[in-house]
């Protein structure tokens, strides 16, 4: 589960339908045993998780998820808005990311001097983020601020100043941060270009960054009406971790947010993604010393049944150096500097994906013929049980890891509180992990990664002899 953004793209790459590659037979390998599998833990039927999560909702609809935590005196405080990249629409793209910005920028009572100021003098860490489904912002505070937060974060909600002479700048800032993550970054504009052929009708068609001539076309009347219809309390999660005590912080809740007003939201409906029938390529051409490329597929949205398999399929082929592109390509045919796959599950759909970073020197077309072929074995032969095994360690343990910590509890009730409708959805994740068996490997490999399923997206260098394009 995981993410990404251009109009350069369209000069660097070409994308077009072709004409399909002949299926690769499998290759005989010699059984060996997997390297780094740790036995037993995920047979282990009591591992389960679980959170003391007082859940309720204010009468203007705000939903809030407490969790008490003494352990040590800081609060996680996070506020998600249902509202992401997939609620623009083309000549708009990256509003939502450029209100985040904006939500630093100052609001009635406090302005934006002072909300960095006070933060830093109060020992409070913050930051933002958007992506495809939501945008989050959070605090990590010593608990006696918690009142203070919360003022700040009602003010803001309520009363966002959006001044164009504050938007003229931060324009500057998000263009800078467009040319740093994705013009002047080739993997960036990999990953912007997987997206967009993938997707061709839904709105994850396009970056959440937004394109540069979207960016420099914002002003405050266009983000002020993203901002009213969709920073409203009933399209918000209040999600707080920590040293605090649950009655008095809901009744602290109902004094700070109670007043808002709710606002009933626009009917949102989202251009279903057609499923791909045919191959899709595209060829990226930069000032790079090596070619990459990256196979990828549509997958289902989380919490979707098969997301789990695909989770685990994905961690087989590309998750560490035991994994089996790692082993085949870096260590047995060191022809590849790095590998990696994933499956990024979204709301209403996702990516499934396998990449490679070639040697320099390295043309990636026999290469990219083993990865069809490994593939194929994924759709073709069950794969063992030490070896699902270990992608199940593997799987859980990081989910488990990113639970450690306050701010990490506070992410994930809110992610799946949103995404998925419920918070619940992440204390039955490990036991659908635990539930995969190989077939439903086999069965998924085969329902999502054919070759017609596929597109490929290529990195190679401006000036290499025989690139395509040329």
């Not at 009468?59 to 998600?80: A, C, F, I, Q, R």
């Not at 960016?215 to 040293?243: C, H, Q």
């Not at 509180?417 to 994740?429: A, M, N, Q, W």
Request: proline share 4%; glycine share 4%.
């Amino acid at each position: 589960m995981k993410r990404i953004s251009t109009l350069l793209v369209a000069v660097a790459c070409m994308s077009a339908s072709s004409a399909h590659a002949v299926e690769p037979t499998p290759n005989q390998t010699p059984k060996t045993e997997v390297i780094g599998a740790i036995k037993g833990w995920t047979g282990n039927e009591v591992l389960k998780l679980s959170l003391p999560v007082t859940k309720f909702q204010l009468k203007n609809g705000l939903t809030v998820l407490l969790v008490e935590d003494h352990s040590v005196p800081m609060v996680s405080y996070h506020t998600w808005y249902r509202v992401g990249s997939r609620d623009e629409s083309p000549g708009v793209t990256g509003a939502a990311h450029m209100l985040e910005h904006m939500m630093f920028k100052g609001a009635k009572k406090y302005d934006g001097k002072a909300f960095d100021r006070i933060f830093h003098e109060n020992g409070i860490s913050n930051n933002a983020f958007t992506t495809n489904d939501y945008t989050g912002f959070y605090q990590n505070l010593p608990s006696d601020k918690l009142e203070l937060v919360m003022d700040m974060e009602v003010d803001r909600m309520s009363a966002l100043a959006l001044k164009p002479e504050d938007l003229k700048s931060e324009k500057q800032v998000v263009m800078e941060e467009r040319r740093w993550r994705v013009d002047n970054n080739p993997m960036g504009v990999v990953r912007e270009t997987m997206m967009s052929t993938v997707f061709k009708t839904s709105a994850y068609h396009w970056p959440v960054i937004g394109y540069m001539k979207d960016i420099e076309r914002y002003d405050s009347d266009k983000l002020r009406f993203f901002y009213s219809t969709y920073y409203v309390p009933n399209n918000a999660v209040l999600v707080l971790v920590g040293d605090f005590d649950t009655a008095k912080t809901k009744a602290l809740i109902e004094k700070y947010y109670g007043s808002l007003e709710y606002r009933p939201l626009p009917r949102r409906e989202y251009p279903k993604e057609k499923t791909q029938t045919v191959q899709q390529n595209a060829t990226i051409k930069k000032d790079v010393q090596n070619d990459s490329f990256i196979v990828a597929f549509q997958s289902p949205a989380q919490s979707d049944p098969d997301m789990y398999a695909l989770d685990l399929a994905a961690n087989i082929l590309g998750n560490g150096t035991s994994s089996r592109l790692h082993k085949r390509l870096v260590y047995q045919k060191q022809s590849a500097t790095s590998t990696y796959a994933f499956n990024y599950a979204m709301k209403e759909a996702g990516v499934y994906a396998v990449g490679v970073n070639m040697k320099p020197g390295v043309d990636y077309k026999e290469t990219l013929e083993i990865v069809y072929n490994e593939l194929w074995k994924l759709r073709n032969a069950k794969i063992s049980d030490l070896e699902l095994q270990k992608a199940k360690t593997q799987t859980i343990k990081e989910l488990v890891d990113s639970l450690k910590t306050m701010d990490g509890k506070a992410r994930a009730l809110a992610v799946n509180e949103i995404v998925t409708g419920t918070y619940e959805t992440l204390f039955s994740d490990t036991a659908k992990y635990q539930a995969v068996t190989a077939d439903d490997i086999k069965r998924v490999s085969e329902k999502y990664t054919n070759q017609t399923q596929r597109s490929i997206i290529v990195l190679e260098p401006k000036n290499k002899k025989g690139a395509a394009n040329e």
